[in-house]
Structures are given as structure tokens and as C-alpha cells.
């Protein structure tokens, strides 16, 4: 705040919008942290019978909140930029103005080393963005500094244009803190190296065939929730695959802190006939762009019933198209068998 203040009132007393958009700039950074910080600590609360999930989501909230001042005050500068390109105001600008900005900026600077060193030792990724910031700021700084230069030697002002550039760099960085908190909010798809840790766990562990169809629900950073669908030998009794999941779900709670539920699906891969429908949709998925894997595959005792699930890409449009395809192909290659198909996308 000491240093948006300072670059304020040199900008008012040199009359160079440049220099208050800096300032401007530097108080949308100091508001920023301070409702990051408030955001920080609300979402910190303990879970309620109103919000069981807790409230990390009020970070997000307090993002679009801190989007809005960027964008606002961007489009403030912007605007004030602009008029003055049609009608200049005579510049005051001294060295003692540029020394002013100058000095200032490797405070900025030195200040995001620090915080960037600060970030990284609390592993905090927020700090270590903010510290970015910082020291991106200063780099700015040089476009205001150059400005004034020219102005000082050549009398040749430039600043309204440095005001139209430092207002779209603003601009730019409220739209993509604006975008990235309304993802987060819509349900972006779970983090794919969490994913990966429990796909592993999941897959390593003694009575389960296989895993799939994982969602990740995110309630706030690093507050997950989600579920997956795990094969089992289908000659398991239910208490043989309770004791082997109740284990899992609390392996994954204690070592990823990522509370998950469990679908079931059977597996016979000990029938040879099972063995060869299996490659016969293998076959399938190959020859086909856009289907990118299968499980869940299953033959009902007793019936002619065929269960098998499909994992096709977002590319893919016409997904009636492919069912009647794979069907059709499925009617030649095994006749007579009721094959029951689900299509799906990854969720992570």
C-alpha cells in the first residue's frame, strides 16, 4: 500500500496517468492479498451441519470478488488512457518523479524474490503466484520509466499510451484470475496427478482386477471427495470385497486425504470365452480414433447378456452412431449375445 500510495501521488503531481496506473495497479495487488487472506481464513472453518463439505469454496468466491476490482479499476485506467490520447494534459514529469518509480520498483522486485522464497518454502503455490506478481510488476515499471525518459530528453510524451498498455496488462490479468475462479466454480476435472496416485493404489492392491470411471469432487484446495468403480474377481463373496475396499478407503483417507466411494464391477476372466470377448473388443477400440478404452466387461451367468462399457474422447459427436456400430460389429463377431454397452468420457 506504501508503494501504490507513493506511485499515486507522483503520478497526480506529474499529471502521467502511466505512473497512476502503476499505483492503481499496486493497490489492486495490496486489496487482492488482503481479501485473499480474509477468503483464506473463512474457508478454513470447520465443517457444519450446513456446509458438511466445509467452506473452501468461499476462496473461489473471494476470487471472482478480486477479479471484479482488477477488471474494474483496468477498465477505469483504460478509459482515462484513452481520453487523454485525444486530449493531452501537459506533463510535469521530473527526475525526481522517475528516481520515485524507479526506487519503488526494486522494492517491487526485491519484494516478489522474497515472497517467492517464502512461497516456495511453505510450499504455498497462492504466495509463490503472488511473489510472480510482484515481480512482474517491477518489469512494468520499466515501460513507465521509459516513457518518462523520452518525455524528459525529447519532450515527446507517450504516457497516455503506457496508461493504454499498463490498463490491458490489467486487464489480461483480471480476466485470468476471472476465468480460472469461474472453472473452478463450474467443476474443472479433478487433478490428474491425484488421480494418478489413486488409480495406483487402487490397482495394486490384492483382489481388485482393475479401476475406472474416477470422479474427483473438489470442495475448496485440497479438499477432495470422489468415487471409482473397481473390477473384482466375481467369485468374491460380498465380505471378501468389503474387507479389500474398507482397507483401500482407508489407505487412500490417510495417505491422499481424498474421501472415496466405490462402485463394483464383476469380472470373469477365468472363462476362456470371456477371455476371447475381451479381445474382440480390444480389436474394436483399436481400430476406432475416437474410443479410447473398455471394461467393465462381463458375461451374466446363465444368460446370453453381454455387459461392457466404452471410454470415448470429447471429439466425439455422434454418440448413437457408435453404439449402433459397435453393436452391429459385436451381432457379427459373437452372434446371439444381448451386449448391454455404456458410453462414457474420463472424468479425470
Given at each position: 500500500m506504501l508503494i501504490a500510495g507513493v506511485k499515486i501521488a507522483a503520478g497526480l503531481l506529474a499529471a502521467s496517468i502511466a505512473i497512476v496506473s502503476e499505483g492503481v495497479n499496486n493497490a489492486a495487488d495490496a486489496l487482492t492479498s488482503v481479501l485473499t487472506l480474509v477468503g483464506t481464513k473463512?474457508?478454513?472453518?470447520?465443517?457444519?451441519?450446513?456446509?458438511?463439505?466445509?467452506?473452501?469454496?468461499?476462496?473461489?468466491?473471494?476470487?471472482?470478488?478480486?477479479?471484479?476490482?482488477?477488471?474494474?479499476?483496468?477498465?477505469q485506467m483504460l478509459i482515462e488512457s484513452v481520453k487523454l490520447i485525444f486530449k493531452p494534459e501537459e506533463l510535469s514529469i521530473s527526475y525526481v518523479s522517475l528516481a520515485i518509480v524507479a526506487v519503488t520498483a526494486v522494492v517491487k522486485f526485491f519484494l516478489g524474490l522474497y515472497t517467492i522464497a517464502r512461497g516456495r518454502l511453505a510450499q504455498s503455490d497462492a504466495l509463490v503466484g503472488v511473489g510472480l506478481e510482484c515481480r512482474g510488476d517491477s518489469y512494468i515499471s520499466i515501460i513507465t520509466i521509459v516513457v518518462a525518459l523520452v518525455f524528459l530528453l525529447t519532450g515527446v510524451s507517450l504516457d497516455a499510451y503506457a496508461g493504454v498498455v499498463m490498463s490491458a496488462i490489467i486487464l489480461k490479468a483480471g480476466v485470468e484470475v476471472l476465468l480460472k475462479t469461474v472453472s473452478e466454480l463450474i467443476g474443472r476435472p479433478g487433478e490428474k496427478e491425484l488421480a494418478v496416485k489413486i488409480y495406483r493404489l487402487v490397482r495394486a492392491t490384492p483382489g481388485v482386477v482393475g479401476a475406472a470411471d474416477m470422479m474427483l469432487h473438489n470442495y475448496g484446495p485440497n479438499a477432495w471427495s470422489g468415487s471409482v468403480n473397481v473390477e473384482i474377481d466375481h467369485a468374491k463373496s460380498v465380505g471378501e470385497v468389503y474387507a479389500i475396499l474398507h482397507e483401500l478407503q482407508l489407505r487412500i483417507m490417510h495417505e491422499e486425504h481424498v474421501t472415496m466411494v466405490f462402485g463394483v464391477y464383476a469380472v470373469d476372466d477365468d472363462h476362456a470365452v470371456t477371455r476371447q470377448?475381451?479381445?474382440?473388443?480390444?480389436?474394436?477400440?483399436?481400430?476406432?480414433?475416437?474410443?479410447?478404452?473398455?471394461?467393465?466387461?462381463?458375461?451374466?451367468?446363465?444368460?446370453?447378456?453381454?455387459?461392457?462399457?466404452?471410454?470415448?474422447?470429447?471429439?466425439?459427436?455422434?454418440?448413437?452412431?457408435?453404439?449402433?456400430?459397435?453393436?452391429?460389429?459385436?451381432?457379427?463377431?459373437?452372434?446371439?449375445?444381448?451386449?448391454?454397452?455404456?458410453?462414457?468420457?474420463?472424468?479425470?
Open positions: 473463512l474457508a478454513g472453518r470447520h465443517p457444519d451441519a450446513k456446509h458438511p463439505f466445509g467452506y473452501g469454496r468461499i476462496e473461489y468466491l473471494t476470487g471472482l470478488v478480486v477479479a471484479v476490482v482488477i477488471i474494474v479499476s483496468g477498465v470377448i475381451r479381445q474382440t473388443i480390444l480389436e474394436y477400440v483399436k481400430a476406432h480414433e475416437h474410443v479410447k478404452n473398455f471394461h467393465a466387461v462381463y458375461l451374466e451367468p446363465g444368460t446370453n447378456r453381454l455387459y461392457c462399457d466404452l471410454v470415448v474422447d470429447y471429439a466425439l459427436a455422434d454418440w448413437e452412431a457408435l453404439r449402433t456400430d459397435f453393436l452391429d460389429y459385436m451381432q457379427a463377431q459373437v452372434p446371439g449375445r444381448d451386449v448391454v454397452l455404456t458410453i462414457e468420457t474420463e472424468f479425470v
